[in-house]
C-alpha cells in the first residue's frame, strides 16, 4: 500500500520518465495517471513493443498508424537505427510530446504527421473525437468522448504505394476496420495490429483478417496476445 502511495504522488510531480532505455515527457494534461503509472511500472504498451522488435529488421521501412505518446516507435528506432520510420499520429495534442520525445532521444529516423490515413480518397478533414484518455480517442464516436477537432486526411492506398512499408503497426481504437477491410496489404512482411473488440465486431474482425489473410499474413501466436495480434507473411 505504501509503494503504490509513493508512486501515485511521484506521478503526481514528475515530468520525465525512462521507460526502456528511452526518456519519456510525462507533462501535460494528456498524461493521465493511469497512463504514467503504466510507464513507471513498465506495463506501458507491452505487447506491441515485444512483437515489433522481434519482426523488425534492420533497413525496414515502418509505418505506424496512431502514434500515441510516440513510445512504440520511439524504441523502434533505437533498437534498430536504421529503420525509416513514418508515424501518423490523429490527436493534435500528441504531437508536441512525441516532438519532445523524439528530441529527446535524438531520435532523427522518424517523420512525424498530424493526420488520417483513409481508404478512398483524403485530401479533406475528419472529425477526430477527443476522450480525456488519449488512448480511448478515436475517429469512432462514443461514450466519453467530450469533443471533436477536424484533422486532415490521406490516403491509406496511396500511403502504401508510396512507401512501401516493409511492416506496418496500426492502434487506432476501433478504426482498424475502416482502415484495413478490404486493403490491400500485399507489399508488408509484418504487421502489429490491436484490436478494440469493445468498438468492432466480429464480422469487422473477420473483414480484417481476410485482408490480412488475401497478402498472405498470418498470426504469430508466439507474438500474440489477447488484443494484440502480431502478422507476417507466409509465402
Known amino acids: ?4 502511495i509513493i508512486r501515485r504522488l ?5 515530468t520525465r520518465l525512462d521507460y526502456r532505455g528511452i526518456t519519456v515527457p510525462v507533462h501535460g494534461a494528456h498524461v493521465i495517471r493511469p497512463i504514467k503509472e503504466e510507464l513507471m511500472t513498465g506495463r506501458y504498451e507491452v505487447p506491441e513493443i515485444t512483437a515489433l522488435q522481434a519482426l523488425l529488421r534492420p ?13 512504440v516507435s520511439g524504441l523502434a528506432a533505437k533498437a534498430v537505427p536504421d529503420a525509416v520510420i513514418e508515424s501518423y499520429e490523429a490527436n493534435p495534442a500528441l504531437i508536441a510530446a512525441i516532438d519532445e520525445l523524439h528530441e529527446l532521444n535524438g531520435l532523427r529516423s ?3 504527421h498530424n493526420r488520417i490515413l483513409v481508404q478512398g480518397g483524403g485530401g479533406g478533414a475528419r472529425d477526430f473525437h477527443l476522450h480525456h484518455s488519449f488512448a480511448e480517442s478515436s475517429i469512432v464516436p462514443g461514450e ?11 490516403d491509406f ?12 503497426v496500426v492502434d487506432i481504437e476501433g478504426g482498424e ?4 477491410s478490404g486493403a490491400d496489404l500485399a507489399g508488408l512482411r509484418a504487421l502489429v495490429l490491436e484490436l478494440h473488440p469493445r468498438v468492432i465486431d466480429r464480422a469487422a474482425e473477420k473483414r480484417i ?27
Open 144 to 154: 466519453g468522448k467530450d469533443r471533436s477537432v477536424p484533422v486532415p486526411t490521406e
Open 59 to 71: 533497413g525496414d521501412r515502418m509505418l505506424e498508424i496512431g502514434g500515441g505518446l510516440g513510445v
Open 10 to 14: 511521484r506521478a503526481r510531480f514528475i
Open 110 to 112: 522518424i517523420t512525424l
Open 157 to 168: 492506398a496511396a500511403k502504401l504505394k508510396s512507401f512501401r512499408p516493409h511492416v506496418l
Open 177 to 180: 476496420d475502416e482502415l484495413l
Open 209 to 235: 483478417l481476410d485482408a490480412c489473410a488475401a497478402a498472405g499474413l498470418y498470426p504469430r501466436f508466439d507474438l500474440s496476445t489477447a488484443n494484440v495480434v502480431a502478422f507476417e507473411r507466409v509465402d
Open 1 to 4: 500500500m505504501l509503494a503504490k
